[in-house]
């Protein structure tokens, strides 16, 4: 099973390493489902975490590295603008050129979506349930 997680997924995730967001980042770890991210996605996380936590230039690098190397780097080669927000554009992008079957997200709007192009659209709780 391939997943995207959105950037709030991620942001949960290194704000707080012991909640349920941080569960995702280990299940991928341990392989239970393989990871798609893009550089529009990274860039965007990176830039929440230095602006919004104050994550230095060396822990910024770190989290890259780390995901670049944990996750199937996807390249979309198709612009989409489905949603109003431009970075959940992204998302979608990653999902669709990665043959992802889940996108993990908050995001109400996107859950609104339920799926897209056979991607099923499903929250955090859904997504962890399904690991089980």
Excluded: Y
């Amino acid at each position: 099973m391939k997943a995207v997680l959105d950037t709030n997924i991620f942001v949960s995730a290194f704000a707080l390493p012991s909640g349920q967001a941080a569960k995702a980042i280990f299940h991928a770890i341990d392989g239970r489902f393989e990871l798609a991210i893009s550089r529009p996605i990274l860039h965007e996380l990176l830039g929440v975490l230095a602006r919004k936590f104050d994550r230095d230039s060396e822990e910024l690098s770190r989290v890259a590295v780390f995901l670049a190397d944990l996750g199937d780097m996807v390249w979309p080669r198709r612009k989409l603008n489905v949603l109003l927000d431009e970075p959940d554009n992204r998302i979608l992008e990653c999902a669709v050129a990665g043959r992802a079957q889940f996108i993990v997200t908050g995001d109400r709007l996107m859950l609104e979506l339920g799926e897209f192009e056979g991607i099923r659209i499903v929250t955090l709780r859904e997504f962890l349930d399904l690991l089980q």
